[in-house]
């Protein structure tokens, strides 16, 4: 028979968050809650106590908070994260003598039970505290024992022994010999601010204005960051800056032959010039490198890379590790495919080689590489195409020393991989936010992103484009199609981000019958006109600076859609969770037409009086409107705004109401 | 860094049925589908293979099948359980690379692309499995690799490579160097047939009529098991047969004081005359009571006994076991009580002694004194009030011996701890059934036991009535309310059973604002006249007849309620696997009126042809109707009969429909 495991009584299932029964962490960032709940219970008719245990992990001690019941033998618990790195939390529970005792005591006493036996029952069960108590403590509860004893009105003894003075020192001393632990610890990676709210800025540095001819460099670069900074974005995003492979090298569009001047691909990385921890000569040197960090850094923008875990032919791993890499009995290396596809500037790694430990350890240096420049911010390539246990592995150890660095998942794959993928410690991922067009499918895909277990582990990144990406509605939405997905993505998602200058210029040629541009900067150098009229970059600089200025937008899950009779309108409210920011947001999702309809705005959920009017600010347009009640009418010609962005000023003086964030 | 876990590639996550992480066991009785689902995939766009792996457990070796890929990265395997005691299952996938080539050599030849190459690629995949394969496979794999050597038309090497004799071959002997396998075991508890499709019959056998005097007794019991038997009955469950306590025995109506004539209660376990093991003098001896068992067994009937772990104050274990009772300061053993009610002629056992494991030997002693008697059905008393971890083991205990063995857990308690003790082990549950009235609440409630993962671990027996609780609806409905809840307890659970003969005689008269039998068996004899006017025996037998002819009532999870225009209509179909039983069930829920409606009835689902007239045959009333299409009209008088029954007289040639059953 089993220890003393007979004598445990109580239950603990059935506990949220846990995902994957325990395998994988949950995610939070610092200052951020984590309420756990469980089904706890005991045999029969007795008090049950639970306690919420958490500690940093290789604490030794935990902190602990008391669970509280709910309803249908289900508790919750909370505690908040002060700390990066990850945080343990476990679930303790026992049959509470002491309070079954009092609980029964006044049920008998107010049936008129003699109850003069339980009354010595309780000196039993504060008898046996005393040892345990401190020393003030074991002083008051002596004098209780005393009193109890002596006392002979037994209204007096009930009232007394009843009261919450007793209880609540019991309360700390509670006898715990037979409580049942929770047979798991949960892990919670905590990272910074950053992980939940950014915005990013993806950027082909080869491309920028160059003052010294035809391809731009880091310097160039740096000229440009004050206007990245004054839109608004906080992350620039520079696909990858290493050597370009020669071999294979693809020409313009894509084409199979490289004319003599054309600049590649920057995703074949390597060349005789170096592979993932050199910098391609032409953007300049290492130290340009860290210059352009520095830069952007003094106007509040980070600088990620990309890791993209291939090779081109000419990358020195190709003859220094052959044993990385796949080869074909006719003696080449296997190149990238996706059947009929061929990607022959491309060698894909192999993570099936013996040799694996070695390859790892290899591509870890490449990460702590860039960490050494200042990088801390890793937009990760494809990582759906590269093995699992390799991104867990990779992620922990970076994470470990470094746990403000930040991962995302370039993870356009199937919905298990894209969660798979999260679940593995990806701190961000991209979604197919970038497809979703309509009221319904905003609404279902925002659902199961922000109001299921999803949420716990994966923290969306919203892209209206990317380089390899010209979804339709830009295609053929003109000008107004591009504000709308920008206010979609900005304030459905706390993180967001562009491709540009090919998003504020509205730029929407693409292959035809493809979702690729044409032209694309992958494989040429642009010369961007920055100022060409109708481009966006002041609209993106107002939503971005309504973004900074209002928290309820940079909570990742706190999101719920409400009601207007007109399906081109999706009508959503965010709000911080003591709802002194409410942020309502009506978009108008048809690019061509003006739209109107009658919100039922949530009064009653927000604390509004339903007989006084509120004022709602539109933070795009700076307007102001006096409404009342829930029905309030809007109207969104696309072509001036596609959107209302309502600050509520209201004063509200609501308490946080569980249910509306759960 | 770990092992060779960086090489496996593939991921098996959520699968289902686990419950609780695997901790707990699912249930199947012999012959019966295990289907497990889980989301299985790898990196990259590479084929997988995955197989379901079961065995008995302790069996050396594992059986398998190939898991089936369904959609959206979901797999489906399935297999049989054949023998009585614990299977387990669990699952294994990995690339699968000769599929992998063969999918990519089909594009690319169908490109028009040089496979030249691809073609050796193959080549060496046959020649890495000569040496796994058998001698016959091998002879013919050599051939296969001598023809693609020298086939020198590219397209009849093709036709020939993506044959599926090849494929076949390879099949068995895949590559399962880095196979992924799910890091559990799970689990199956295979059961007898009657732990799904059983039909209950509680009897006080000292009510029995008696030859000899006022107490009935085993002898007397066996005169009306064949009346039972008529009535189709197939468990004969009795009241604790042990001897009754004196000290503080209840009067009749539970009055806290007896006549020295008053009988007790049975559940007051324990005399002078012995406790737990012994049967009570005036029911007769052991032998008695072994005859009654083999008596029963003639006519089909198995008797179930009752495990009632508590104790009368005058139990033999009160005095040889004083540590296995909570003792209170003056002296006394702390009685059952549930403040204010108190039950003083009932002493609980301490679980929270530190003598546990003798009294769990004890009271598995106990069991195992009753299957020496034959006895192989256990009906367990408020289970709920025992410690968790005791009934884990001692269920465990008993069926590793006796995997015959059937549990059935009276948790008349709240839900979780009802499911909780399923999951435990019982075989078995009472239910909520007891209190559901309305077309809602039965089709809420239906669909959480046969349409969630409860029904992986909870097997339902629907009570109308017990000696503790006569339900409202008997109360004031009349002889048509007991007509309808038997016809819903048979045919809406494959389990059920009666407290007779107060059912069948339509007993309801109750404690005025309660619902508890007035002048309760419980602590009174009862002569009942079983031939009284109204009866139900007949009724009763028909409905019995029904579900042992019919296998679609027999299996307890294939149901589904369809519209009818009536809201006291209730309307389901159960149906075996293969279709070849189909009954459709119309319950008019009220006992006072006759009730129409048009049925929707599903005859897409069932392919039925909509222009074609079918036969249905009520098998209650033996009436026969044609239908033609989805709406047909019923029409139910309660007062003459409350159901129809009918079996759906259609040549189906449908194949199983893997949703119709999930």
């Known amino acids: 028979m089993m220890a003393d495991r007979g004598r445990k009584r109580v239950v603990i299932e059935n506990v949220r968050p846990e995902i994957n029964g325990g395998f994988f962490p949950i995610k939070r960032v610092v200052g951020e809650k984590v309420i756990v709940t469980a089904d706890i219970f005991g045999d029969g008719h007795d008090s049950i106590s639970a306690r919420l245990l958490y500690k940093r992990q290789g604490d030794k001690g935990w902190q602990d908070v008391p669970m509280k019941f709910i ?14 790195g990850p945080y343990l939390y476990a679930i303790e529970g026992w049959v509470d003598q002491f309070r079954t005792w009092q609980k029964d005591l006044k049920k008998k006493f107010e049936a008129g039970q003699d109850i003069r036996v339980d009354v010595l029952v309780g000196i039993e069960h504060l008898e046996k505290s005393v040892k345990k108590t401190s020393k003030n403590d074991r002083k008051k509860l002596l004098e209780y024992i005393n009193i109890l004893r002596k006392e002979t009105d037994i209204e007096k003894t009930v009232t007394f022994i009843l009261g919450k003075e007793i209880g609540k020192l019991m309360d700390r001393y509670p006898d715990k010999g037979m409580a049942t632990r929770y047979e798991k610890e949960l892990v919670v990676v905590v990272d910074r601010d ?6 990013w800025y993806e950027l082909f540095p080869r491309s920028c204005p160059s003052r010294s001819g035809e391809h731009g460099t880091f310097r160039d670069c740096e000229t440009i960051i004050p206007e990245i900074a004054r839109m608004g974005f906080d992350v620039l995003y520079l696909p990858p800056i290493h050597p370009i492979g020669k071999t294979k090298r ?17 995703w074949a ?34 600088v990620a890379v990309d890791l993209a875990f291939q090779c081109s032919p000419d990358h020195p791993y190709v003859k220094k590790h052959p044993e990385w890499f796949r080869w074909r009995p006719d003696g080449t ?15 894909p790694l192999n993570f099936e080689t ?10 870890k240096s490449v990460v702590l590489c860039w960490i050494g420049k200042g990088v801390r911010i890793f937009r990760v390539d494809n990582p759906h195409t590269k093995a699992f246990p390799f991104w867990e592995w990779l992620i922990k150890e970076i994470k470990r020393d470094y746990p403000e660095v930040i991962f995302l998942a370039e993870a356009f794959t199937r919905p298990k991989v894209m969660y798979y993928l999260a679940k593995l410690g990806f701190t961000q991922s991209y979604t197919y936010f970038t497809w979703r067009n309509t009221k319904r499918e905003f609404m279902e895909y925002l659902t199961e992103l922000m109001k299921t277990e999803v949420r716990e582990y994966f923290r969306p990144n919203f892209w209206p484009n990317t380089p390899d990406i010209l979804p339709e509605q830009l295609q053929y939405g003109g000008r107004s199609a591009f504000t709308i997905r920008l206010a979609l993505a900005a304030t459905l998602s706390s993180s967001y981000g562009i491709y540009g200058p090919a998003f504020e210029l509205c730029v929407n040629d693409a292959v035809p019958g493809k979702e690729e541009y044409l032209h694309s900067e992958k494989y040429e150098l642009k010369h ?8 966006l970059r002041d609209f993106i600089a107002r939503v971005n600076r309504i973004r900074r200025e209002n928290p309820a937008l940079q909570i990742p899950w706190i999101l719920k859609f409400y009601e207007v009779d007109n399906d081109y309108l999706l009508f959503y409210a965010k709000a911080t969770e003591d709802f002194s920011n409410i942020i309502l947001v009506v978009v108008n999702l048809d690019p061509y037409h003006t739209q109107s309809g009658w919100l039922k705005v949530p009064i009653h959920e927000l604390g509004i009086d339903p007989d006084q009017p509120y004022l709602v600010h539109d933070l795009l347009s700076d307007d102001k ?10 109207e969104l010609n696309p072509h001036v705004l596609p959107a209302n962005i309502l600050r509520v000023r209201k004063r509200l003086k609501r308490e946080t109401d569980f249910d509306y964030f759960m």
């Open 71 to 84: 309803e249908n033998d289900r508790w919750m618990g909370q505690f908040i994260v002060e700390e990066l």
């Open 354 to 363: 013996e040799h694996w430990p070695e390859l790892w350890e290899e591509l």
């Open 528 to 535: 961007w006109d920055w100022d060409a009229p109708g481009n």
């Open 333 to 347: 290396v296997q190149y990238a495919e996706n059947p009929p596809k061929k990607y022959e500037d491309i060698f």
């Open 194 to 199: 950053k992980a939940v709210f950014s915005t």
């Open 625 to 634: 409107y006096i409404w009342q009640g829930e029905r309030n009418y809007v």
């Open 250 to 266: 693809k020409g313009k569009n894509n084409l199979p032959q490289a004319d003599p001047a054309d600049v590649g691909s920057p």
């Open 269 to 302: 990385i390597g060349s005789d010039e170096g592979g993932h921890k050199a910098v391609h000569p032409e953007l300049g040197t290492i130290e340009d490198f860290e210059r352009l960090v520095a830069k952007a850094g003094e106007h509040g923008i980070e």
